[in-house]
C-alpha cells in the first residue's frame, strides 16, 4: 500500500500507479487514470453526463470536454469547473461497471482524491462528489427508491466531508428524505485523502449487516441493516448493482450558488488518482 502521507509532494508528472492491494481481497475492477494529459477518460469504463442537470438548483452544465475533465498525464484525472460570462460548466462520469455485493461477503468501493488550493472563500457554491447510485435509476427507478451511497462529498471549500445514505420514501422514511442520513468528518486541508465504503454481508442475517465510511482508513459511520428497519430498503442499499459518480457540481440548494468571488479552473478543481472495487 502506497503511504498517502507522502502524496502531496509528488510531482503530477509521476507515472500511473494500480490500486493498492489489500489481504484477504481481490480487485474486481479499477481505473487508475493512465493516459497523456488532455485525454477523456476511458470511454471504455465511464459514461459522461452530458446534458443540463437541473436537480437540487445546480446551475452547472456536464460537458464531455477535456476543458472540464481530463486524464492529468500523471495518474489522474482532474474534474475542473469553468466559468464564461457567468455560465458554468463541469464533468460528471458515471462507471459502465455496477459492482453489486455478494452476500457472505465484504465489498469495497475506494477512491484517493484531492481538490485544487484555492481558499475557502473562492469556494462558495463548489460540491464535489464521490458517490454510487442505484442502477435501478437507468431502468426507470425513481430517486430515492433506487438506493444512494455518498461515500464522500464537501461544499464550498468547508473542512467538513459528509458520508450519507439516502433512500425509501422521497419524504422522511427510513432515511429522512430528502436529507438523508448524513455523517461528518474532519477534512482541514486539500490534499490527498483515501476514501472508502465498506458493504459487509458476512453476516446472514440482514438486520446485523452493515455500510461502513473510512477516510484514510478510519471509520466515520456505520450503519446497520437494523438501523433502516426494512429489509427491502436495505436490499437496495446493500445487496443491489450501484454505479460509481464522479462529479463536481456547481450551486444547488445544499451549497447555495456562486457569487461574484467564486474562482473556477484549477483552484477549485477535484482531482482523483483511481477508483477501485475489492471482495474477499
Known amino acids: 500500500m502506497r503511504a498517502h502521507a507522502l502524496l502531496p509532494f509528488l510531482s503530477s508528472l509521476a507515472a500511473a500507479l494500480a490500486p493498492p492491494n489489500y489481504p484477504g481481497f481481490r480487485t474486481l475492477w479499477f481505473d487508475a487514470f493512465p493516459g497523456n494529459a488532455g485525454e477523456l477518460p476511458s470511454s471504455s469504463n465511464w459514461d459522461f453526463r452530458l446534458e443540463d442537470f437541473q436537480v437540487n438548483n445546480e446551475v452547472q452544465r456536464y460537458q464531455r470536454n477535456p476543458h472540464n475533465i481530463q486524464i492529468s498525464g500523471g495518474g489522474t484525472v482532474q474534474i475542473v469547473p469553468r466559468n464564461s460570462g457567468g455560465k458554468w460548466t463541469s464533468g460528471r462520469i458515471e462507471s459502465k461497471f455496477a459492482p453489486c ?11 484517493v482524491i484531492r481538490f485544487g488550493d484555492n481558499q475557502r472563500d473562492r469556494k462558495q457554491g463548489m460540491w464535489p462528489a464521490f458517490w454510487m447510485l442505484g442502477e435501478s ?24 466531508a459528509y458520508g450519507t445514505i439516502h433512500c425509501g420514501s422521497p419524504n422522511g422514511g427510513p432515511c ?6 448524513p455523517a461528518t468528518v474532519d477534512l482541514h486541508d486539500n490534499g490527498w485523502h483515501r476514501w472508502t465504503l465498506k458493504i459487509d454481508l458476512t453476516n446472514g442475517d440482514w438486520r446485523a449487516q452493515q455500510i461502513q465510511w473510512l477516510k ?17 430498503v436495505w436490499g437496495t442499499l446493500a445487496h443491489s448493482p450501484m454505479i460509481i459518480i464522479l462529479n463536481l457540481a456547481v450551486g444547488g440548494s445544499w451549497p447555495g450558488p456562486p457569487n461574484g468571488n467564486t474562482a473556477d479552473s484549477w483552484g477549485s478543481m477535484m482531482e482523483v488518482e483511481y477508483v477501485a472495487v475489492y471482495s474477499t
Open 137 to 160: 435509476v437507468r431502468r426507470g427507478t425513481n430517486w430515492p427508491m433506487c438506493g444512494e451511497l455518498d461515500i464522500m462529498e464537501t461544499v464550498n471549500g468547508a473542512p467538513t
Open 216 to 232: 484514510d482508513g478510519n471509520v466515520f459511520s456505520t450503519v446497520r441493516g437494523a438501523d433502516i428497519n426494512d429489509q427491502g
Open 101 to 111: 455485493p455478494t452476500p457472505g461477503k465484504v465489498m469495497m468501493v475506494e477512491s
Open 176 to 181: 429522512n428524505e430528502p436529507q438523508g442520513r
